[in-house]
């Protein structure tokens, strides 16, 4: 696959592929999506008030996090501290009432399966704080909650870790067949398809709680059969021996042409052992909403209808929302930096 409308300008954090024409550079240089899901992370969703200022307030908010991260990175280099920012369908006219809405911003589409449903939840506002340390996320979050002040309410906030040798937290290592390179940026990045969105993204987020008492109760070579690989050594089935209800089956999607359609997943582990409650934050990047809604729909509603994902039947989404990350240089533009 090979799109040359693309940008391709670096990451912040030197991830990104380096191939970055003049003309991406002066016009979209994108938020820091295309990097791994890190060591720790804080995901946070806010709505935003609905009094008088509030949106003044965000935007300014917004403006100043350049300054902030910059602070932090200079202060704590090997922590490797971002921060990529979302903006709900809702707010995006409150914001921006000036300009056209992204082509693909919708809410997220809850979905109603015969057995398992992914319920929508509100989002206006989403921060997806990643860091190699838990103390420069919160640090961040924190000088980030202090300048929204009284223009946002919380809705959902999450801190996820990096579980063992990037296990999910139903054992299985997670973020295997994740595009790597040219491919993420492909996957992620908006190209042409939407000139004045260049370098954006869309974002998918879902917390699930897993049932690990009925999770674990099931032999390793049944969770085996629900994931579609194996748990110690991280091996896709073959073909023949993968049931067409597991999870990989189902989230393999190919478009018109028997291309194979990816997105970005940056998944983390979260749990409370005290309250016995263990969940996966499922965030998924890509450059158009569709292709992931694809892959829920196969999820819960099934392909073919009713054959759902059977890791469902361990996790059960409680949250969803859906988000455009706008470049890093539309923000600065609209919003200055700091
Ligand atoms: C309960 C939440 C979830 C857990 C614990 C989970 C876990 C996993 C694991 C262990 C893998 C195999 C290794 C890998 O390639 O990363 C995987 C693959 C994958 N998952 Fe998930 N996942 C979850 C939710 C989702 C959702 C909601 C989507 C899409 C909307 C999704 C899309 C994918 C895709 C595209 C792959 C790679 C398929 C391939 O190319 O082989 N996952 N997931």
New binding site residues.
């Given amino acids: 696959m090979s799109d040359s409308s693309l940008p391709r300008c670096p990451a912040s954090d030197g991830t990104a592929p380096s191939r970055a024409p003049a003309q991406c550079q002066a016009t979209a240089q994108p938020q820091p999506v295309v990097q791994s899901a890190g060591q720790a992370a804080m995901f946070i969703v806010m709505s935003i008030s609905q009094h008088g200022n509030a949106c003044d307030t965000v935007r300014e908010a917004l403006g100043g996090l350049p300054a902030i991260l910059r602070s932090l990175n200079l202060r704590l280099p090997d922590a490797h501290l971002s921060c990529i920012t979302g903006i709900g369908a809702d707010a995006w006219p409150r914001l921006f009432p000036d300009l056209p809405a992204p082509a693909g911003l919708h809410p997220f589409r809850p979905l109603n399966g015969a057995k398992h449903q992914a319920p929508a939840t509100p989002g206006d506002l989403f921060f997806h704080i990643r860091a190699t340390r838990t103390d420069a996320c919160f640090e961040l979050a924190m000088r980030l909650r202090e300048s929204l002040g009284d223009a946002v309410e919380p809705v959902d906030e999450v801190h996820g870790f990096r579980y063992m040798d990037a296990r999910?937290?139903?054992g299985?290592?997670?973020?295997?067949?994740?595009p790597q390179g040219d491919e993420a940026v492909e996957a992620t990045l908006i190209g042409d398809e939407d000139p004045a969105y260049s370098g954006g993204s869309y974002v998918?987020v879902?917390k699930?709680l897993?049932d690990m008492a009925a999770w674990n109760a099931l032999p390793v070579a049944e969770q085996e059969k629900v994931?579609?690989?194996t748990k110690y050594d991280?091996v896709?089935m073959a073909d023949d021996v993968k049931p067409s209800n597991s999870?990989?089956a189902l989230?393999?999607i190919e478009d018109e042409n028997g291309e194979?359609m990816?997105?970005l997943?940056a998944?983390l582990p979260f749990g409370n052992p005290s309250r016995n409650e263990y969940g996966?934050f499922?965030i998924?990047y890509a450059r158009n909403l569709g292709t992931?809604e694809q892959?829920?729909t196969n999820?819960f509603i099934g392909r073919p209808e009713g054959n759902y994902d059977r890791?469902?039947d361990y996790?059960t989404?409680v949250t969803g929302s859906a988000f455009f990350v706008p470049a890093e240089s539309f923000l600065t533009e609209q919003l200055g930096d700091g």
């Fill in positions: 999910s937290m139903v299985f290592v997670d973020g295997t067949e994740n998918i879902q699930y897993h994931i579609g690989r991280d896709e999870h990989i989230n393999v194979e990816a997105i997943r998944n996966t499922f998924g992931i892959m829920l999820m890791l469902l996790s989404a």
